[in-house]
């Protein structure tokens, strides 16, 4: 894996712009505004990648997926999805709560694409203590991983959602900020169906 590069991105940009001054060509305009936003999102990762070992607080597990799912409701009931959440009420931990709940979203995310052609659509968490560390299954009952791609969807710039707005940076973002508290993060049989389970492993404390 590598880290975004925005010294790569930014002569891209500048020569597809220069090309389309040139020829007026609409792919290279579709083209061009699918690398801004890539560029975007590399100075959004590496801002947060940069504040990760900072404000660190202890928050209750259960709240912080609260928090996000009740953010996430108008979605969710909309589309009748069901959530299932199995999260011990007083599990504590000590880590970026903004992270946090950027792994929790990006997941979802990635949860609600997959789903989406589902006639009945589920997304379960399940959150547990294990050998004092934080261990969290996040599943959906969705279009499922393949063997073969299970380590290169972590993978900066991998992704299978591009129609659905996908741009490949979602699970990278994750495994970097989970790697870099010494945690981990796999993709697993799923739980549910012929679905995804994404297992992360989280240290209680530093």
Do not use: C
């Not at 007026?24 to 083209?31: C, E, N, S």
């Not at 660190?56 to 709240?63: A, C, L, S, T, V």
């Amino acid at each position: 894996n590598r880290r975004p590069n925005l010294e790569d991105e930014y002569p891209k940009i500048e020569s597809l712009f220069t090309l389309y001054e040139e020829n007026g060509d609409d792919k290279v305009l579709i083209q061009l505004g699918h690398e801004i936003h890539r560029f975007l999102v590399d100075i959004d990762f590496m801002s947060k990648y940069t504040r990760s070992d900072s404000n660190w607080e202890e928050f209750n597990i259960k709240h912080a997926f609260d928090s996000v799912f009740h953010g996430y409701a108008p979605i969710l009931q909309r589309d009748n999805i069901e959530v299932i959440q199995d999260i011990q009420n007083n599990l504590i931990i000590d880590y970026n709560i903004v992270l946090f709940e950027d792994i929790v979203k990006n997941l979802l995310n990635n949860s609600l694409k997959a789903i989406s052609n589902k006639r009945r659509k589920v997304v379960k968490i399940t959150a547990t203590a294990e050998n004092e560390a934080l261990t969290i299954l996040f599943s959906d009952n969705g279009i499922g991983i393949v063997e073969k791609d299970r380590n290169k969807i972590f993978e900066v710039y991998h992704t299978t959602t591009v129609e659905e707005g996908g741009n490949g940076m979602g699970l990278y973002m994750i495994k970097t900020n989970i790697n870099a508290i010494k945690g981990s993060i796999e993709v697993i049989d799923s739980e549910i169906e012929n679905g995804a389970t994404f297992k992360i492993i989280l240290p209680f404390k530093r």
